[in-house]
């Protein structure tokens, strides 16, 4: 199992004290090995509306941008709960402070 740990400031979702929020800098290159985006999809029946289909030419145009760029921006990605390590650990931490506070964010990246 291939694990990635990042320094994160961690908080309480203001109005809703039991939800955890992190945030944490990750490269793209590391990003792209352990995240996936669903897609829209053809069938018009679908709830998947939020990404358009990808277009190779697109794609090649996006993947040679990044390739030597940084982007400093805010991406919200949202992680099923077995693909964090330490999330009791996260969680106990959190609403035990009365404030934000830095810890560590363990993920599993599913890499070999």
């Not at 199992?1 to 004290?17: C, H, I, R, S, V």
């Not at 992190?22 to 352990?34: E, I, K, R």
């Not at 990404?51 to 145009?61: G, H, P, S, T, V």
């Amino acid at each position: 199992m291939g694990t990635k740990e990042f320094d994160t400031f961690l908080f309480k979702q203001p109005g809703n004290e039991d939800i955890v929020l992190g945030t944490f800098v990750v490269g793209v290159s590391d990003l792209v090995n352990w995240s996936a985006v669903p897609r829209k999809t053809v069938d018009e029946t679908a709830m998947i509306l939020f990404q358009r289909a990808i277009e190779d030419e697109r794609l090649d145009k996006i993947k040679e941008h990044f390739e030597n760029s940084v982007l400093p921006n805010s991406i919200i990605i949202t992680f099923r709960e077995e693909a964090i390590i330490n999330l009791k650990e996260i969680l106990d931490k959190v609403k035990e402070s009365n404030g934000p506070i830095l810890g560590k964010i363990e993920i599993n990246t599913g890499e070999e």
